[in-house]
Nanobody
Framework: QVQLVESGGGLVQPGGSLRLSCAAS????????MGWYRQAPGKQRELVAT???????NYADSVKGRFTISRDNAKNTVHLQMNSLKPEDTAVYTC???????????WGQGTQVTVSS
């Protein structure tokens, strides 16, 4: 069992930056592919970025070059550095832990990010 707690959301002006963090409890954090997803009002949840156990990353086209996902296995945390934020980045951002071989899949509660002037 893995519990995920996000932090770092808030209100920011267009062009600004935010850093989201996700703290994981439980064992074997390093084996999980960690991801950030987001859901804007009236839209489906979408992938933002993932980082696997080997450190390989994947990004949605809409955030490439602006967002960076990273993980610290010693601290059981994953971060999402978001730069050059746009109003269309406004959404609830949720952390995910996934281990495909055993079909483990865990979600956090989400944190609100609002980009507005």
């Amino acid at each position: 069992q893995v519990q995920l707690v996000e932090s770092g959301g808030g209100l920011v002006q267009p062009g600004g930056s935010l850093r989201l963090s996700c703290a994981a409890s439980g064992s074997f954090f390093s084996i999980y592919t960690m991801g950030w997803y987001r859901q804007a009002p009236g839209k489906q949840r979408e992938l933002v970025a993932t980082i696997n156990s080997g450190g390989f990353t994947n990004y949605a086209d809409s955030v490439k070059g602006r967002f960076t996902i990273s993980r610290d296995n010693a601290k059981n945390t994953v971060h999402l550095q978001m730069n050059s934020l746009k109003p269309e980045d406004t959404a609830v951002y949720t952390c995910n832990a996934h281990y495909a071989p055993l079909a483990y899949n865990y979600w956090g509660q989400g944190t609100q990010v609002t980009v507005s002037s």
